[in-house]
């Protein structure tokens, strides 16, 4: 049971290594990921480097990027810097979503990546709302839903694990979940 409940952990980490925590984590209990940050992603290389060291470690662990275009982009030149969900939200179009998370799959699934963390399908309904923000692709429900129905779709042929998140709701908060529980 142990086991079975550490594949349902992610774990994040400082350094450009796995740690030995993380290591005797996955060895010892399970682990199902691990999720790299900006913190552990200084060059190309050391991505290469760091998703073959997980890969390693474990060939059915989920290695992912919290990695979703404009300011939530973890990696360094010469990964592509994709558009906000907002700018895309902005055209409109399902087929400007497609092509940007194709793109996205294809670089991500080069570079090592299970999954890219993202799309967030929360509307934003609060202006003040910096969490979400930009990272939404508008307000209106049924545009939202098109533009993310049309990313999660062009993404998985990749082979890449779409992960929608916050939502629904977190859109309406001016509350940072990182830090505070919204209520």
């Given at each position: 049971?142990?086991?079975?409940?550490?594949?349902?952990?992610?774990?994040?980490?400082?350094?450009?290594h796995l740690p030995g925590s993380v290591v005797a984590l996955a060895e010892q209990s399970g682990l199902g990921g691990v999720v790299l940050f900006t913190r552990n992603c200084p060059s190309l290389e050391t991505v290469l480097a760091l998703t073959a060291e997980a890969r390693r470690l474990d060939p059915d662990l989920l290695v992912m990027v919290d990695h979703e275009g404009g300011r939530v982009h973890r990696l360094p030149p010469p990964f592509t810097r994709f558009p906000s969900a907002a700018a895309v939200g902005r055209c409109g179009d399902p087929r400007l979503a497609a092509a940007v998370a194709r793109a996205m799959a294809r670089e991500l699934r080069a570079a090592g990546f299970d999954s890219g963390l993202s799309p967030v399908l929360d509307c934003l309904l609060d202006p003040a709302n910096t969490v979400i923000g930009d990272r939404a692709?508008?307000?209106?429900?049924?545009a939202v839903a098109a533009l993310g129905v049309a990313f999660v779709e062009a993404m998985l042929p990749s082979?890449?694990?779409?992960?929608a998140?916050?939502?629904?709701?977190?859109?309406?908060?001016?509350v940072d979940s990182h830090h505070a529980l919204p209520e």
């Open positions: 049971m142990r086991r079975e409940a550490g594949y349902l952990l992610a774990v994040g980490f400082d350094g450009t692709f508008g307000t209106a429900p049924d082979g890449l694990v779409p992960v998140k916050h939502f629904p709701g977190h859109g309406l908060t001016s």
